[in-house]
């Protein structure tokens, strides 16, 4: 792997000169901002949140419950046997329930909600790192069509000179009425692929502020990618381990063998202990029969005991229940195999992306030193008459596809081998030294909710955490860094010895 970092190294290196130091955004300021405003990453932390209270949600079922009931009542038609019947009544009751024992509902419940609790800071794992991937895919496409578009700007530049010179010589009797014809069509070819190269550049800048928030501005040469494996079986091996979605399927699926249990304790009894009290008030409306003493306005009563509950026959609700838990289990089983299959495969994609770009580098790196070489051989004999004016065109145009497909290798490497981290579970903020403030830690939420048990507790209103880009001006294609020296060497077309005569001013 040594050839292939130092490729990528130097390709890095070479692109660190496009950007100005002073004014230059890092890729590292872009991740950043993606993390504290992105609304995605933001939906999943709420969405994980939310999971957290499946914990207490779960755990109340094995807490005592207290209620209070009142009613007031009119008899407006009183029974006409019923002397002492009262004609309005005021009635209290209380009562507590504990429950004893619910077959291992509660236990199973509480812990399949941990598990999906688990599953779902994986889940978040995961999102961050489609979330940086995406950025990382984003803010290379800006550098990419940067230079591409100046690339265009500067061959439009050349064969404008050119179109100069060949009308010059045209007019001296030097070319004929064809040559210029050529010049003009490749020429107006030329304005068509800078067009198709600005709308990407804008294109891609619009995807940035879309991810990332805010407009990109100079863009600086992104930092060497650390902890690359040697290979795709080792980076196989890691995503095995580690990769995050891979990692919440499991956790998914662990939390299926516990719903199976809670399904199951539905036919099993339950034990109860309660508590319950209650207070009537007649309101001086009970009447008396027989004697010359008022009965009393009230009654009370109050009971302790131990409540059993047998189900003996539910409609077969309990079975069905097992049954679709265990066809959920069955399914997460499938989900996991298939997000196995995914991780393997995104791992190796991704590393012979990497390792093709790394090659494409090196040989676009020698095609554009032998295409700028040939194209200033085929002007130098053009200028004798040993080559046509089509020859130059065509010296020209693979001279800039072979640049284009350069800076294009360089982007291409780049993502890919983030991707490559982000398969292995290694392209999270706390991989990326996102250093600006403590980093988003899910389990606050957690241990703050997972034992409430106080029915009025509030939470402030949410906040949105996501920026709007509706106010973002639209992006241009306009660019104003410094080519890579690499590609800037420009064959100076109007020199008197390569077209033989100066152009017209």
């Keep these: 792997m040594t050839k292939y970092c130092q490729t990528l190294l130097?390709?890095?290196?070479?692109?660190?000169?496009?950007?100005?130091?002073?004014?230059?955004?890092?890729?590292?300021?872009?991740l950043r901002r993606a993390y504290e405003t992105n609304p995605t990453l933001a939906a999943q932390r709420a969405g994980l949140r939310a999971t957290d209270e499946n914990v207490p949600i779960a755990r109340a079922s094995a807490l005592p419950a207290v209620q209070?009931?009142?009613s007031y009542s009119e008899n407006v038609i009183l029974p006409i046997t019923a002397f002492t019947a009262p004609s309005r009544t005021s009635q209290t009751q209380a009562s507590l329930t504990y429950p004893l024992y619910s077959g291992g509902a509660v236990k199973n419940g509480v812990a399949a909600a941990k598990v999906r609790v688990e599953g779902g800071r994986a889940a978040l794992r995961g999102t961050e790192a489609d979330?940086?991937?995406?950025?990382?895919?984003?803010?290379?496409?800006?550098?990419?069509?940067?230079?591409?578009?100046?690339?265009?700007?500067?061959?439009?530049?050349?064969?404008?000179?050119?179109?100069?010179?060949?009308?010059?010589?045209?007019?001296?009797?030097?070319l004929t009425r064809t040559d210029v014809a050529q010049s003009e069509a490749r020429l107006a070819l030329?304005?068509?692929?800078?067009?198709?190269?600005?709308s990407r550049l804008i294109g891609s800048r619009e995807s940035y502020v879309r991810l990332v928030g805010s407009p990109p501005g100079e863009l600086d040469a992104p930092p060497p990618l650390p902890?690359?494996?040697?290979?795709?079986?080792?980076?196989?091996?890691?995503?095995l381990a580690e990769n995050p979605t891979l990692l919440a399927a499991r956790k998914t699926l662990e939390a299926t063998g516990y719903d199976i249990k809670t399904a199951r304790a539905t036919r099993l009894p339950t034990v109860d202990a309660f508590a319950q009290g209650n207070y009537t008030n007649f309101l001086g409306t009970l009447g008396s029969f027989g004697s010359t003493q008022s009965p009393p306005q009230f009654d009370r009563t109050a009971q302790l005991g131990l409540r059993l509950?047998?189900?003996?026959?539910?409609?077969?609700?309990?079975?069905a229940r097992i049954r679709q838990a265990q066809a959920r289990q069955s399914q997460s089983v499938e989900q996991l195999t298939e997000a196995?299959?995914?991780?393997?495969?995104?791992?190796?994609?991704?590393?012979?992306?990497?390792?093709?770009?790394?090659?494409?580098?090196?040989?676009?790196?020698?095609?554009?030193?032998?295409?700028?070489?040939?194209?200033?051989?085929?002007?130098?004999?053009?200028?004798v008459g040993n080559r046509t004016i089509l020859e130059i065109l065509n010296a020209e145009q693979e001279l800039l596809n072979s640049q284009v497909t350069l800076v294009t290798a360089r982007r291409d490497a780049y993502v890919?081998?983030?991707?490559?981290?982000?398969?292995?579970?290694?392209?999270?903020?706390?991989?990326?030294?996102?250093?600006?403030?403590?980093?988003?830690?899910?389990?606050?939420?957690?241990?703050?909710?997972?034992?409430?048990?106080?029915?009025?507790?509030?939470r402030r209103e949410p906040a949105p955490t996501g920026t709007s880009t509706a106010q973002t001006p639209a992006q241009t294609a306009r660019v104003t860094r410094k080519l890579d020296p690499a590609l800037d060497t420009v064959i100076d077309s109007a020199s008197p010895n390569r077209s033989g005569i100066a152009p017209k001013k």
């Excluded at 890095?12 to 872009?30: D, N, R």
């Excluded at 030329?190 to 600005?198: F, K």
């Excluded at 690359?228 to 079986?233: I, Q």
């Design 10 to 30: 130097r390709g890095a290196a070479a692109a660190s000169l496009v950007a100005s130091a002073a004014s230059a955004e890092t890729l590292q300021e872009a």
């Design 68 to 70: 209070l009931q009142s």
């Design 131 to 174: 979330l940086f991937t995406a950025v990382v895919a984003a803010y290379m496409d800006v550098v990419r069509d940067s230079a591409v578009v100046q690339l265009n700007q500067q061959n439009l530049r050349v064969l404008d000179v050119n179109l100069q010179a060949s009308r010059d010589r045209f007019e001296v009797g030097d």
């Design 190 to 198: 030329a304005r068509s692929q800078l067009e198709t190269a600005e």
């Design 227 to 239: 902890g690359l494996p040697a290979d795709a079986d080792s980076a196989v091996k890691i995503a």
């Design 309 to 319: 509950t047998l189900p003996l026959y539910q409609g077969g609700a309990p079975a």
């Design 340 to 383: 196995e299959r995914g991780v393997v495969a995104q791992a190796r994609s991704a590393f012979a992306a990497y390792r093709a770009s790394l090659d494409v580098i090196q040989s676009a790196e020698a095609a554009v030193s032998a295409n700028r070489l040939a194209l200033e051989g085929v002007r130098a004999e053009n200028s």
């Design 416 to 458: 890919a081998g983030f991707a490559v981290l982000a398969a292995m579970g290694h392209a999270e903020a706390k991989d990326l030294a996102l250093v600006n403030g403590p980093l988003y830690d899910p389990t606050v939420n957690y241990r703050r909710s997972s034992h409430a048990a106080f029915d009025w507790s509030n």
